[in-house]
């Protein structure tokens, strides 16, 4: 019989959570290493977009959309 538990069809999958919560535990393959976040300047983007239109960003927007977003406002064509 084929064994099948949490541990091992999480050890299967490829979601970066439980490659963080099982690198902690010890149980890390090399192939489950989790991305490392890059840090951008989303937050300040976010701040710079509010005071500029000055309504909140969609939090769905990445930084190279609120970019954008910010230079064509800045234009005057928003």
């Given amino acids: 019989m084929k064994k099948s538990t949490y541990m091992d069809r999480a050890m299967k999958s490829r979601d970066p959570r439980f490659a963080r919560v099982l690198g902690k535990l010890g149980y890390e393959r090399r ?3 989790a991305e490392a976040s890059q840090p951008d300047d989303l937050a300040e983007l976010r701040k710079e977009y509010e005071a500029l239109i ?3 960003p969609y939090m769905g927007w990445g930084a190279d959309e609120l970019r954008e977003k910010i230079a064509s406002a800045a234009a005057g064509g928003e």
């Fill in 54 to 56: 000055g309504k909140r």
């Fill in 31 to 33: 192939d489950m290493v």
